[in-house]
């Protein structure tokens, strides 16, 4: 598992679990701030993603250290090593805004590829940022996207049962990516009470891994759902991602 440690970006009222170059493990508001979640009612090109981030962000009052997290989606999952090229004109971006903190990426995030209408470029999807709140509101926090990766390294030896797609196979990955959600939960100080939305991506039936794996964790949030997005992880080999979120605000926004 991945111990991440739990750091302050103080310019974005946030704290972040440290992950790898490419995103954090998940973010979670300091007091007197909340993170809202933005959906897009249509993606649009990642790149043009950014620009348009930037003017919503001017209209709320928000520098752009005010983003926190992002949702991607691209038409296919990516070799390792195109994720990997990928990654880099991502994270040139970050850069280029400033957003890193002490050299390190500080914004979770959620890349996956759909199987029903597949966009024909990497697009936005969505994005969450902080906003001054109540200093008595519940904390709200992001959980990044997580697949199947051991030790969450961009190596393709390091994905569980990697090629096996038989109902064992998918459980254990399963099992895998819900003890991922819960450390990162814990280590950002969250509890599973405090979850409101859960996203499971895969292209593999899910029923009966909800009712074994993912629902017993779940003490308050039974009522929320399970969210089902018929989609591949961004890492070809990888079959089975969620992530989560405990937000008050969800918002939907069309950019184009």
């Known amino acids: 598992m991945e111990g991440a440690v739990l750091i302050h970006n103080p310019k ?22 909340e993170i809202v979640n933005v959906t897009l009612k249509r993606p649009i090109p990642w790149r043009e993603g950014f620009a348009q981030i930037d003017a919503y962000l001017k209209a709320q009052g928000c520098g752009r250290t005010a983003l926190c997290a992002m949702q991607l989606r691209s038409p296919v999952p990516f070799t390792m090593e195109g994720f990997i090229d990928f990654n880099r004109g991502y994270c040139e971006v970050l850069q280029e805004w400033g957003l890193y903190v002490e050299d390190l990426n500080p ?108 629902l017993p964790k779940l003490v308050a949030g039974k009522g929320h759902g399970i969210h089902w997005h018929v989609s591949r992880p961004p890492i070809v080999d990888i079959e089975y991602e969620m992530d989560m979120r405990g937000v008050q605000r969800e918002l939907y926004v069309n950019f184009s």
């Open 107 to 214: 914004l979770a995030r959620t890349n996956v590829a759909p199987l029903v209408e597949p966009p024909s470029v990497p697009m936005l999807y969505g994005f969450s940022y902080v906003l001054p709140c109540e200093n008595d509101a519940e904390p709200t926090f992001i959980i990044a996207g997580a697949g199947e990766l051991l030790e969450a390294a961009l190596n393709s030896e390091g994905i569980v049962r990697r090629g096996e797609t038989d109902r064992d196979a998918i459980r254990e990955k399963a099992t895998y990516v819900v003890e991922v959600m819960e450390e990162r939960l814990l280590g950002l100080g969250g509890s599973w009470d405090a979850v409101n939305r859960i996203n499971i991506y895969t292209v593999h039936p899910i029923s009966e891994l909800v009712e074994d794996i993912v």
């Open 12 to 33: 974005g009222h946030y704290h972040f679990l440290q992950g790898i170059d490419p995103y954090s493990c998940g973010v979670i508001a300091d007091p007197g701030y």
